[in-house]
């Protein structure tokens, strides 16, 4: 008797993607909003303490005075400090993400939240070089988190409404750039802004200990609400009260299955099993993703800061920080209300092609600006609708991240290693982001000093990258594979 495909049974593998092409569409799964809003609160804390100090970062190696007066080296000094959050990180990371396989998530979220709090408070106490260097690294090798909130969210969400949970990190994140720059811009060197609260001796010598605190209360108030409300969702260490249905995830076969899965999450599987095409080549995508992300978002502040005569912006901290303020709100607003329709609507594999086609306009932006200030001596409003053009295109690019999330996701053979698939995603994407920061401001100074291409040789070389990552994206499958089958 023959036997239609669609009904014989499928056996998995260690290469197998959990779901099969060609399914029928089921109804959505409404999202678990109570737990998904708190592991955003947790998530919004990285980029409001670690961006808070890029509109600062710059004015304060000049301070330090470790340049010696070259405006032009500055870049050198900045990338160093912005990479090593990253580079500490991609050496821990896998390492929390097989670790939260065997304790649970909520007690390496806990030390990832305190690394950060302490880190901050050691950065805006920091008078030397070496201090930042230290506060830096601290912060990277102790913070595993956003790994294993990508493998929470996996496990909180099916494939019905995997879109709009992965749809929400990215927009979270876009918030935290918009809170944390903001804040660094307007509380650094406080005894200048507001004169008569902060005239202690204390706020002069340490001129940028006041963003760092803010951003440290950030993450004490994140600590607190992870701790009291936020259920463990590894299925061998919840309490025995507690089922995936009070989380607000429906019950029935699908979650037993999911239970007898998760009852070998402490298994140690080989990463080599792991490394197959399937999951390769998003994990591939995502990498590239994020070394021209943090190398724009580095680039940003680094140019708006420039002096003009080197054609850059030569706007104050303040100024900074708005305008990165405003590109992250945007950003976020945008996707909260577009992503998850685009994704239904065109695809995700579409939506990431156009996506990542919009980084290379992104970049000419940057020359333009620079021929524009040098040729007219001034920013004037042709540099604000630059700006304005810039950011339209920026949001559009910034959709990368979600839709690469939910390849990353789907290309689990099984979702007993949906944490080792994060943890390796976010290793891969914080090497990228220890590279990114050094990369792109060492070939901006390098640009500056040789007047390559009139000092716009950086913007040129990422657009090459760029043109790798579109067929990276060429490379991904062409339908989302349903991860419950």
Request: charged share 10%; with cysteine.
């Amino acid at each position: 008797m023959n036997m239609n495909a669609a009904d014989s049974p499928r056996i998995a593998s260690e290469t197998t993607p959990l779901v099969s092409v060609g399914v029928s569409k089921k109804p959505k799964t409404p999202l678990p909003k109570f737990q998904i809003g708190i592991l955003m609160m947790l998530h919004v804390t990285e980029p409001i303490a670690s961006m808070s100090i890029f509109p600062y970062i710059n004015q304060l190696i000049r301070e330090l005075g470790i340049t010696g007066g070259d405006d032009a080296a500055v870049g050198y000094y900045a990338g160093i400090i912005e990479s090593l959050f990253f580079v500490m990180q991609s050496l821990t990371v896998l390492a929390w993400s097989r670790l939260s396989d065997r304790i649970g998530r909520k007690p390496v979220l806990s030390i990832g939240l305190l690394g950060t709090c302490i880190s901050m408070i050691c950065f805006g106490l920091s008078t030397t070089f070496w201090s930042l260097v230290v506060s830096r690294c601290m912060c990277g090798a102790l913070n595993g988190n956003v790994g294993i909130l990508k493998t929470v969210v996996a496990e909180l969400t099916d494939s019905t409404n995997m879109a709009q949970g992965f749809a929400l990190i990215p927009i979270f994140w876009r918030f935290g750039t918009f809170v944390g720059p903001l804040m660094g811009g307007i509380l650094a060197h406080p005894q200048d802004s507001w004169p008569a609260l902060f005239a202690h001796a204390f706020w002069r010598k340490y001129p940028y200990f006041l963003p760092c605190a803010v951003a440290a209360c950030f993450v004490v108030v994140a600590y607190f609400m992870l701790f009291f409300f936020l259920e463990e969702t590894l299925s061998t260490k919840r309490r025995p009260k507690t089922t995936l249905s009070t989380l607000g995830v429906p019950s029935g076969d699908s979650v037993d299955d999911r239970e007898v899965l998760a009852q070998n999450s402490r298994a140690d599987i080989p990463m080599r099993s792991l490394l197959t095409p399937t999951i390769v080549i998003p994990i591939a995508n995502y990498t590239m993703v994020s070394i021209l992300d943090i190398s724009l978002r580095t680039l940003m502040p680094l140019f708006f800061s420039t002096p003009m005569y080197l054609g850059g912006l030569g706007l104050a901290p303040s100024s900074i920080g708005l305008w990165l303020a405003l590109f992250g709100i945007v950003g976020g607003l945008l996707q909260a209300l577009f992503f998850a329709k685009i994704v239904d609507w065109i695809g995700p594999k579409r939506l990431f092609c156009v996506a990542v086609s919009c980084f290379p306009p992104v970049m000419l932006v940057f020359p333009i600006m620079s021929w524009l200030v040098q040729a007219r001596g001034i920013v004037d409003h042709t540099i604000t609708f630059a700006l304005l053009g810039q950011l339209a295109l920026t949001t559009i690019w910034g959709m990368t991240y979600g839709a690469i999330f939910m390849f990353i996701t789907a290309s689990a053979p099984a979702k007993n290693v949906l944490g080792a698939i994060h943890g390796l995603g976010q290793t891969a994407g914080s090497v990228a982001r220890a590279i990114g920061p050094a990369l792109a401001t060492s070939l901006f100074a390098f640009s500056k000093e040789h007047h390559l291409l009139n000092g716009n040789a950086v913007f040129f070389i990422l657009i090459i990258l760029a043109g790798v990552l579109r067929w990276l994206a060429s490379q991904l499958p062409d339908e989302m594979q349903d991860r419950d089958e």
